[in-house]
């Protein structure tokens, strides 16, 4: 399992061109929020700056869609 995660580590910063620190510091960044309405549950994304989306782009993520999902709860 350590030499996966050095190799995913080194393959996103050759991808992005920046230390995996920083790029770990960028993704800590994207937080979801859980919201209750009524009998709803929904699950939602925070809003990517401009540094975040670039480097998601730059190691080929998708970014996440802004409303990750809604359940019913009793």
């Known amino acids: 399992i350590c030499t996966l995660a ?3 580590s080194r393959t996103a910063e050759l991808a992005a061109g920046k230390p995996w620190e920083r790029i770990r510091h960028e993704l800590r960044r994207l937080k979801a929020t859980k919201f209750s309405a009524g009998p709803y549950r929904f699950f939602q994304r925070n809003e990517l700056d401009s540094r ?3 480097t998601l782009q730059a190691v080929d993520i998708e970014s ?3 409303i990750l999902g809604v359940e019913e709860h009793p």
């Open 6 to 8: 050095l190799l995913v």
């Open 52 to 54: 975040l989306s670039r």
């Open 64 to 66: 996440p869609k802004r």
